[in-house]
């Protein structure tokens, strides 16, 4: 597939458990946040998201944590299924911009791989 | 992905030669986008577009021009494929040039220049 999984970061995890997958951002001046998924074969889905206003924000099984102290965010999925495996990166964006198309800047991924 | 088709899905192309990606979309959505995912850089900005002949640069636009004539059409050009430029082409969509009105990517276009 068009996966670039061979080169990334893997977190294996057991099929049922929690996964965090974590991500460094690099501008201060970034103020949303996205995490998308991608499968093999597919283009990056969107998951979910979060501005900088905030900490935390939920969705149907996936909590995204931001810390912009460190310049750090999360993407937590619970109860992890089979499904789940995938390539998840998170991008960043500075609204400053003006919300331009050059503005959306991605994270290289992370490998989820799902022990039966 | 509903409403963005990409083709050819896959290519092989000789070195020095033109090459042309499409990118259809039915969603009538202003902005499209052409990125590039390699291993260790992640998604890269090529070219994108605000409305039809209206298009700028992003991040990594050397050897690639774009053309957008109609709404629904995104084309990219390799004027003259290099190695360099094997890569998966993915196309995004969205309604709004701001990134929370959400962006839909195509399944990508894996070309291979040898």
């Known amino acids: 597939g068009e996966n670039v999984g061979l080169h990334l970061p893997t977190l294996s995890v057991q099929e049922g458990d929690n996964s965090i997958i974590n991500c460094a951002y690099s501008n201060s001046a970034s103020d949303y946040f996205i995490w998308y998924k991608q499968e093999s074969g597919k283009g990056p889905q969107f998951i979910i998201d979060?501005?900088?206003?905030?900490d935390k924000r939920q969705g149907q099984r996936v909590t995204v944590l931001l810390n912009k102290t460190v310049k750090h965010l999360s993407l937590q999925i619970a109860a992890t299924q089979p499904g789940d495996s995938a390539v998840y990166f998170c991008?960043?964006?500075?609204?400053?911009?003006?919300?331009?198309?050059?503005?959306?800047?991605f994270g290289k991924g992370t490998h989820l791989i799902i022990q039966p | 992905d509903a409403g963005i088709t990409q083709s050819p899905r896959h290519k092989v192309t000789e070195t020095g030669t033109p090459v042309t990606l499409r990118c259809h979309q039915t969603e009538n959505h202003r902005y499209m986008y052409w990125y590039r995912q390699d291993p260790g850089h992640g998604l890269r900005l090529i070219h994108y577009s605000y409305g039809v002949k209206d298009t700028d640069k992003g991040e990594v636009s050397d050897g690639y021009s774009v053309s957008r004539s109609k709404t629904e059409d995104f084309l990219l050009t390799l004027e003259s494929a290099t190695s360099s430029q094997t890569s998966v082409y993915f196309c995004?969509?969205?309604?709004?040039?701001?990134?929370?009105?959400?962006?839909?990517f195509g399944s990508g276009t894996r070309l291979t220049v040898v």
């Open positions: 995004a969509i969205s309604e709004s040039g701001r990134a929370n009105y959400g962006y839909t």
């Open positions: 991008a960043e964006m500075a609204m400053y911009s003006g919300g331009g198309a050059d503005g959306l800047t």
């Open positions: 979060i501005r900088s206003n905030m």
